[in-house]
């Protein structure tokens, strides 16, 4: 399976991003993932562990957002989200529907970072913290 | 201490998708049809790879593939027979090829001087579909010994392929296949797809996957001149 490389890549991205943030500590990644993009978030949690080992990511939580498959219609022009991954239909009018509109994503979100003090506040988006992102607790 | 969120909005796999992105523009500059073969161990990729690219051949078209494996380079040696250039990628445990993988195999190859390249990817019905390679054509095989339920089973990948291959029809009768179900589960998860039957071994069904080869080939080589001013 993959996860291994899926979750090396994040700790690299972030890593890399953060790099404006010296000092910082990561507590949380949040991350989107698709219904259709081939990641089981069990296992990206049982590799987290391994691949955050020895990085500056050690200890931080990993918080995955399913993204369901919403397609387009285009017999009637609906849009909605699929039932099944066994079939692609339109949800209302039951037609095959091919176009996917979502659910292809696998992406880094945001991170949660403790910081000590003169926080880099240009690239902080404060608000994004009020949203409701994963299952795991929000730490404020 | 304060805890703040830092929006990031990045993909994962950000570097592969560039780097397919840049290869995407390497081949439709050179006008080579690239196709990413996927589908479980054992439905005869190799088998089927080795049949287009000879049958290719013969008809004057000039066809080269790269083919990943884990370990070894039996399928490279197999695919030689054809008289195609083939190159072997070991990916070395890596579950499924990424575009950093197929960049480094081209190095040499005039990719000008291809019509088709194909990319027989490691034997793997659930990480290969979140790689792009720089391909315009993916495409899945399912043999008839596979069942026909499996497009069912991995529907992230079926979902992503552009033409669907089905693989051994000679023994189809023998294993029971039931063809109908087959294409009706394809279809379910990729609605409107291309289904091929094909035989590597009687050849039976290889002339219609050849002349979409060729079709496609022309389609892509349009679209690129369009793009670039040089038809309308």
Same mark, same amino acid.
């Given at each position: 399976?993959?996860?291994?490389?899926?979750?090396?890549?994040?700790?690299?991205a972030?890593?890399?991003?953060? %790099?404006?943030?010296?000092?910082? #500590?990561?507590?949380?990644?949040?991350?989107?993932?698709?219904?259709?993009?081939?990641?089981?978030?069990?296992?990206?949690?049982? @590799?987290?562990?391994?691949?955050?080992?020895?990085?500056?990511?050690?200890?931080? #939580?990993?918080?995955?957002t399913?993204?369901?498959?919403?397609?387009?219609?285009?017999? @009637?022009?609906?849009?909605?989200?699929?039932?099944?991954?066994?079939?692609?239909? @339109?949800?209302? @009018?039951?037609e095959?529907?091919?176009?996917?509109? &979502?659910? %292809?994503?696998?992406?880094?979100?945001?991170?949660?970072?403790?910081? &000590?003090?003169?926080p +880099? #506040?240009?690239?902080?988006?404060?608000?994004?913290?009020? #949203? +409701?992102?994963?299952? +795991?607790?929000?730490?404020? | 201490?304060?805890?703040?969120?830092?929006?990031? /909005?990045?993909?994962?796999?950000?570097?592969?998708?560039?780097?397919?992105?840049?290869?995407?523009?390497?081949?439709?500059?050179?006008?080579?049809?690239?196709?990413?073969?996927?589908?479980?161990?054992?439905?005869?990729?190799?088998?089927?790879?080795?049949?287009?690219? /000879?049958?290719?051949?013969?008809?004057?078209?000039?066809?080269?593939?790269?083919?990943?494996?884990?370990e070894?380079?039996?399928?490279?040696?197999?695919l !030689?027979?054809?008289?195609?250039?083939?190159?072997?990628?070991?990916?070395?445990?890596?579950?499924?090829?990424? !575009?950093?993988?197929?960049?480094?195999?081209?190095?040499?190859?005039?990719?000008?001087?291809?019509?088709?390249?194909?990319?027989?990817?490691?034997?793997?019905?659930?990480?290969?579909?979140?790689?792009?390679?720089?391909? /315009?054509?993916?495409?899945?095989?399912?043999?008839?010994?596979?069942?026909?339920?499996?497009?069912?089973?991995?529907?992230?990948?079926?979902?992503?392929?552009?033409?669907?291959?089905?693989?051994?029809?000679?023994?189809?009768?023998?294993?029971?296949?039931?063809? !109908?179900?087959?294409?009706?589960?394809?279809?379910?998860?990729?609605?409107?797809?291309?289904?091929?039957?094909?035989?590597?071994?009687?050849?039976?069904?290889?002339?219609?996957?050849?002349?979409w080869?060729?079709?496609?080939?022309?389609?892509?080589?349009?679209?690129?001149?369009?793009?670039?001013g040089?038809?309308?």
């Open positions: 399976m993959h996860e291994l490389s899926i979750a090396s890549s994040v700790v690299d972030v890593t890399e991003s953060l %790099r404006a943030y010296p000092g910082v #500590r990561v507590l949380e990644v949040r991350l989107r993932v698709g219904a259709l993009a081939a990641v089981v978030e069990d296992s990206l949690q049982f @590799c987290w562990e391994i691949a955050t080992e020895g990085t500056p990511l050690a200890g931080a #939580r990993l918080a995955v399913a993204i369901p498959v919403t397609v387009h219609c285009a017999a @009637c022009g609906a849009s909605g989200e699929l039932e099944s991954l066994q079939s692609f239909c @339109c949800p209302k @009018c039951g095959p529907a091919s176009d996917v509109r &979502g659910g %292809r994503e696998l992406e880094i979100e945001s991170v949660e970072i403790e910081e &000590g003090s003169e +880099a #506040r240009q690239q902080v988006s404060e608000s994004a913290g009020q #949203r +409701a992102s994963g299952t +795991a607790p929000e730490v404020r | 201490m304060t805890t703040r969120i830092v929006e990031l /909005r990045q993909g994962i796999l950000k570097k592969n998708d560039e780097l397919a992105r840049e290869l995407r523009g390497r081949f439709e500059a050179a006008g080579v049809l690239v196709l990413n073969l996927v589908s479980s161990p054992g439905t005869g990729k190799t088998e089927f790879l080795q049949r287009t690219l /000879r049958e290719l051949r013969a008809r004057g078209a000039r066809a080269a593939a790269l083919v990943g494996d884990l070894t380079d039996n399928d490279a040696r197999r !030689a027979a054809s008289g195609a250039p083939v190159r072997q990628i070991n990916t070395h445990g890596i579950c499924h090829l990424e !575009a950093e993988m197929v960049g480094k195999h081209l190095d040499g190859w005039e990719l000008g001087a291809l019509d088709y390249l194909f990319i027989e990817n490691v034997g793997n019905l659930v990480c290969p579909s979140s790689y792009d390679l720089g391909e /315009r054509v993916r495409v899945a095989l399912l043999s008839v010994t596979e069942g026909e339920d499996k497009p069912l089973k991995y529907p992230t990948l079926f979902n992503s392929a552009d033409a669907a291959v089905i693989t051994k029809m000679d023994i189809a009768e023998a294993v029971e296949f039931d063809g !109908a179900a087959a294409h009706r589960n394809i279809r379910a998860v990729r609605p409107g797809i291309r289904i091929f039957e094909t035989s590597a071994k009687t050849g039976a069904g290889m002339n219609d996957w050849l002349e080869l060729e079709k496609e080939r022309e389609t892509g080589r349009r679209d690129t001149f369009q793009e670039q040089v038809i309308k």
